[in-house]
Every structure is written in C-alpha cells, then in structure tokens.
C-alpha cells in the first residue's frame, strides 16, 4: 500500500487512519459558533436601531416644511408689529405712541395724554365740590 506522500491520488483519507478534513474536537466549532451567533444579534441590534432613526429621520424631514413654515409666519408677525409700532406719521418723526390708542386682544385701552388730563380735572373739580358742601354743611349747624 502507497504512503500519503508518495504522492498516490487515489489513496482515502479514511484508509490511513483520520480525516484531514474532520476538526479535532468540536469545542473550538461550538465557540466559533457562539461568537459568530453573538456578533449577528449585535448586528441585529444595530440594525433596528439604525432603522428605528431612519424613521424618526424621515419623520423629521417630513415635519420640516411645517416648521420652518411656522418660523417664517411668525418672523413675518413680528416684522409686521415692528413696522406698525415704529410707523412714522410725518417724514422722520416717529409716532406718539402716548396720544394713540393702544389696543389690546380684551377691548381694554389705555387712556390718551388729553384723556388723562381731562380726568385729573373732573377729579379735581368734583373735589371741590364736594369742599364746598362740607363747608356750607358745617356752617349750618348749630
């Protein structure tokens, strides 16, 4: 019978006693096994995640429009208020902010400068008024 390294092909590998092809022990398979099946769930889990942020990603493109149309409106408000609140009556003289009306969302106004004065006169007139008929009150009695 030919020895392996006489370089016969037609020699079975089971005739001379093992098998180049068979592992010695099936521990090192069984932890390679292990290993490959524990970076697999790894890559599993980073898959799903991965998936988990294109959607929240694509949820965000989505919701871009929205928002900078939200940012864009409320730019121009803001423009639009500035503008009302620095508008100019005469060339180069900014309005009086004191003799106009501001309005508010309730119907609640402040009182003008004239308003103001008006007022402070009637109080002061009714005062005396009243001044008066204490005096005159006080007069008659006996």
């Known amino acids: 019978m030919p020895t392996p390294s006489s370089g016969c092909r037609n020699v079975r590998p089971s ?13 090192p398979i ?13 890559i599993r889990k980073q898959e799903a995640e991965l998936k988990k942020l294109e959607e929240e990603m694509k949820r965000k493109v989505e919701e871009l429009p929205k928002k900078l149309a ?18 100019t009556d005469h060339v180069g003289r900014p309005r009086d902010k ?17 308003e103001q004065r008006r007022a402070r006169m009637q ?20």
């Open 30 to 42: 069984n932890d390679d096994r292990l290993r490959l099946e524990k970076d697999l769930e790894e």
């Open 123 to 142: 109080f002061l007139l009714l005062c005396a008024v009243l001044a008066i008929f204490l005096i005159l009150l006080w007069k008659s009695l006996p």
């Open 98 to 114: 004191r003799h106009a009306p501001l309005r508010q969302g309730n119907g609640a106004r402040r009182m003008t400068l004239p």
């Open 70 to 87: 939200e940012q864009e409106r409320r730019q121009r408000e803001r423009i639009h208020k500035l503008a009302v609140l620095t508008a």
């Open 15 to 27: 005739a001379l006693g093992h098998s180049p092809l068979r592992p010695k022990s099936k521990a």
